[in-house]
């Protein structure tokens, strides 16, 4: 767990205090600081290049966060996934990029696997029936990119689309510490926020539904922290810099 104030969960206690409501239960959805080792979250790797087949996963739980491992193969992907059924609210963490590294980090905070229980092993990434939305982090253009998955039919050939992109981040370089807030409100608007500097806002009413929070690591060494999956839309306050 980091030593910052953790202003998501603030957040949600001032809009509590200025509605009235005084209990917290049915707000969060999940949340994890990772200062102990969990069961709930699973850890996977696969050689893309390979049809997917699997390979030693060295994600982690160590020292307060959960961390990627540092990837010198470039078609290893490492992946951490967590039950998550929340598809309006809030998904909070922090993110850290060390030092020198070209970080490729793939968060769906919307993830449903409709054909394979969550085993790509031979499978090429064109024959996954997924669904969801997610984000991606590419260091190396820079580049922010909001996506949704689909299902592939006689029609559908590609199993994604992009939605939206915006080719730069808060700060240069970006290696550091960083924290992102996604939101999605029963239209579909979805937010997305790298430090608390609104990045990306479209509307997709596609998916409605989910079974996985899950990050995918193919460039490695990052790590994640105070994440929190809140039911209830709250936006970051740009002027509460962690």
């Known amino acids: 767990m980091l030593t910052r104030t953790k202003y998501s969960i603030c957040a949600l206690v001032a809009v509590i205090l200025l509605s009235g409501t005084v209990h917290v239960t049915g707000l969060i959805h999940w949340e994890d600081d990772f200062t102990t080792d969990s069961d709930e979250w699973t850890f996977d790797s696969y050689d893309t290049e390979t049809s997917n087949n699997p390979i030693t996963s060295d994600f982690q739980i160590t020292d307060g966060v959960l961390k990627a491992p540092d990837v010198e193969e470039s078609g290893e992907m490492n992946a951490a996934y967590h039950a998550s059924t929340i598809s309006t609210g809030n998904w909070s963490y922090d993110w850290y990029v060390p030092e020198d590294e070209i970080v490729y980090d793939s968060f769906n905070f919307m993830f449903t696997d409709h054909s394979t229980d969550m085993n790509f092993t031979g499978f090429t990434e064109r024959q996954l029936n997924l669904t969801g939305y997610g984000i991606v982090f590419d260091a190396e253009r820079p580049q922010i990119r909001l996506f949704k998955w689909l299902v592939l039919s006689d029609t559908v050939t590609t199993n994604y689309a992009n ?45 409605s539904t989910s079974e996985y929070f899950y990050w995918g690591s193919f460039k490695g060494d990052s790590y994640i922290d105070n994440l929190v999956v809140s039911d209830q839309i709250v936006e970051p306050d740009p002027t509460d810099f962690f």
């Open 163 to 207: 939605l939206a992109s915006v080719n730069s981040f808060s700060s240069e370089p970006i290696a550091g510490l960083h924290h992102i807030d996604i939101t999605r409100n029963a239209d579909g608007v979805i937010q997305v926020y790298l430090d608390k500097e609104l990045k990306i806002k479209t509307a997709d009413t596609t998916h």
